[in-house]
C-alpha cells in the first residue's frame, strides 16, 4: 500500500529557530510536494520536485526552503521561523504520468510561539 | 496557471440524502485530469475519484459521482445515499496531462447530519 510520512504530526518552535519538516515515500515516486494548509485558503503550494536535486518554487516559497537529495525524502526547511508560519503542512507524492493522483502524508501541525 | 473554484466553502447533507458538491476551473488546454479528494477530521487526504477530460462517460466509484462538463469546465461530485463517514473537507484538483503541478480549490466542508 501507498505510504507517505511525515516526520512530525504536532511541533512546536520558536520565532528565529530553523525549522526541518521530513517527509520520506516508499513508492517510488518521481514528484513530491509541499503544501501548507490554512482555513478558507485551501491548499496552497510551496515548492515541488520532480526528481533528486531538483526544486521548483511553488505560490508561496518565501521564508521556505527544500532539499531532495534521495528519490524518497523530500524535506521542508524554514530558515528562520516566524508566527505567520503556523499552519498545517502536507507532503504529498504522485508518479510522473499525468493521470496518476497525488497521495498525501498525514500532515505536520506546526505551531511557531 | 489553472484555477479552480469551489464556491461553496461549507455544505450539509441528512444521512441518506443525496449531496452534490461543486467545482469549475479555468484553463486553455484540451486534455487534463481532475480528482476529488477527501480529508476526514485530522485525517489523511485520500482520493475520492478521478475523471480524465478526453473521457465523456462520467467516472464512478461506488456511492460517489461526477458531473463532468467539459465545455462548461464544471466537475461536480455527487454523493448518494450520504453516511456519517463522508463527513469532510472535500477538495477539487485539476493537473495537466504534461504537468507535474496540482491546482487545488479551497475546499468545501461536508457535514452529515445523523
Known amino acids: 500500500d501507498v505510504k507517505v510520512t511525515q516526520s512530525s504530526r504536532y511541533l512546536v518552535k520558536r520565532t528565529g529557530e530553523k525549522v526541518f519538516l521530513e517527509c520520506v515515500q516508499d513508492m517510488d515516486h518521481e514528484n513530491m510536494f509541499w503544501y501548507r494548509q490554512d482555513p478558507g485558503l485551501g491548499l496552497r503550494l510551496i515548492y515541488f520536485?520532480?526528481?533528486?536535486?531538483?526544486?521548483e518554487k511553488g505560490d508561496i516559497p518565501e521564508g521556505y526552503s527544500v532539499s531532495r537529495e534521495k528519490k524518497e525524502r523530500f524535506s521542508l526547511i524554514l530558515e528562520s521561523a516566524s508566527t505567520n508560519q503556523t499552519s498545517m503542512y502536507l507532503c504529498a507524492s504522485s508518479y510522473i504520468q499525468g493521470h496518476q493522483p497525488q497521495h498525501f502524508g498525514d500532515g505536520t501541525r506546526l505551531s511557531i510561539l | 496557471a489553472q484555477t479552480v473554484t469551489q464556491s461553496q466553502p461549507e455544505m450539509s447533507v441528512q444521512e441518506a440524502e443525496t449531496v452534490t458538491l461543486s467545482c469549475t476551473y479555468d484553463?486553455?488546454?484540451?486534455?487534463?485530469?481532475l480528482f476529488w479528494y477527501k480529508q476526514p477530521p485530522s485525517r489523511q487526504m485520500i482520493l475520492v475519484i478521478r475523471q480524465e477530460a478526453y473521457k465523456q462517460q462520467n467516472a464512478t466509484e461506488n456511492r460517489f459521482s461526477v458531473n463532468f462538463q467539459k465545455a462548461a469546465k464544471s466537475f461536480s461530485l455527487k454523493i448518494s445515499d450520504s453516511q456519517l463517514g463522508d463527513a469532510a473537507m472535500y477538495f477539487c484538483a485539476y493537473r495537466s496531462v504534461n504537468g507535474n503541478q496540482f491546482y487545488f480549490g479551497t475546499g468545501t466542508s461536508l457535514t452529515v447530519i445523523p
Open positions: 520536485s520532480y526528481d533528486v536535486k531538483m526544486k
Open positions: 484553463t486553455s488546454e484540451s486534455d487534463y485530469y
